[in-house]
């Protein structure tokens, strides 16, 4: 097959697209594809200080690629969550991160923040400790990420938080939320989600229209060391079933993934269902860490980390093992 811009080999097929490319016409695509819907979706300009969270999986180092390719102040945040899984997951992603800086050399900007090192436990053995060694570390894990993720975009002064998600990603929570006809976090979910007044930094998805194989394309393509296995712990979670099951429907019908994501925000633009409704909700200060919660007092993260801290003082051999 051969290329739509010239006359190379295509590189990639997207059927949804019904678009064939070339290596080098797939990379420059992806590119302009990436500054259109950040212009289209307004989620930052050239002004703005970019933070990117990479992970050391293809999406987030492609998404950083992309917007240094693109000419954006973007720096990096790696957040070290200390879980091996008998693959050294957290060292190995860790490592990818740090390639990728070294090979891009120098002016880029890579803040490591160490869950173990700043808080006293890794995301496994906080869990164990709090959960008592009962189901899988994602929830502390989840929201000490969106803390430190919040925090570091505030202090370090940040004008928006940038995540890889890509449409994959995107649809498969979507499925997830509307099968449960989850309200609250449809309207929580879009590819923009505001700063709020007390502090909240604003989070963008510039990816969340690509299909996850063009972003392994892409990484591939420009030749980025990315770490392929997931973390241990995402094994059989309900979202990767629903990722199977968008990819059996979209086997049939090249295309239904991106349209059950964008039918929804157009449905949300034309009949103003599931609005984000963030400003109806108070929020007060953290008395500890300072970040905004709906909590009246201590937010969710600095309860659960102050648990955590006790249970491992009072147990202080119970070191956790890791998956
Ligand atoms: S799957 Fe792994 S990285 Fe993701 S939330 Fe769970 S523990 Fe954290
Ligand atoms: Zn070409
Ligand atoms: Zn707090």
Known sequence: ???????????????????????????????????????????????????????????????????LALGYQA?????????????????????????????????LTLHVVDVEVLYGASIPEAARSVARGRGKPCSVCGLTKRHIMNRVARDEGYDVLATGHNLDDE?????????????????????????????LARKVKPLFRFYEREMAAYALLRGIEYIYDECPYAA????????????????????AKLQFYLHFL??????????????????????TCGQPTTNPEQCSFCRTWERVREQMTKRPTAKATNP
Request: with cysteine; hydrophobic share 35%.
């Open 75 to 107: 720096d990096g945040l790696y957040i070290g969550l200390g879980i091996d899984g008998g693959i050294d997951y957290s060292a190995e992603s860790h490592r990818c991160v740090q390639k990728f800086v070294e090979e891009r050399g120098d002016g």
């Open 266 to 287: 157009q449905a949300r633009e034309q009949y103003g269902i599931f609005q984000p409704q963030d400003s109806t909700v108070e929020l007060h200060t953290c008395p």
């Open 1 to 67: 097959m051969k290329c739509r811009k010239c006359t190379n080999r295509a590189a990639i097929n997207m059927r949804q697209h019904k678009l064939a490319l070339c290596p080098e016409h797939f990379i420059e695509w992806v590119q302009q594809q990436t500054e259109r819907f950040i212009k289209k979706y307004r989620m930052f300009t050239r002004d703005d200080r970019v933070l990117v969270a990479v992970s050391g999986g293809k999406d987030s180092l492609a998404l950083w690629d992309i917007l």
């Open 236 to 255: 059989g979670a309900t979202s990767i079933r629903h990722k199977e099951l968008l990819n059996e429907l979209e086997i049939s019908s090249p295309g």
């Open 171 to 199: 649809a498969a929570t979507l499925f997830g939320n509307t099968l449960q006809w989850a309200v609250g976090y449809l309207r929580r979910q879009g590819p923009v989600l505001p700063a709020s007044a007390q502090g």
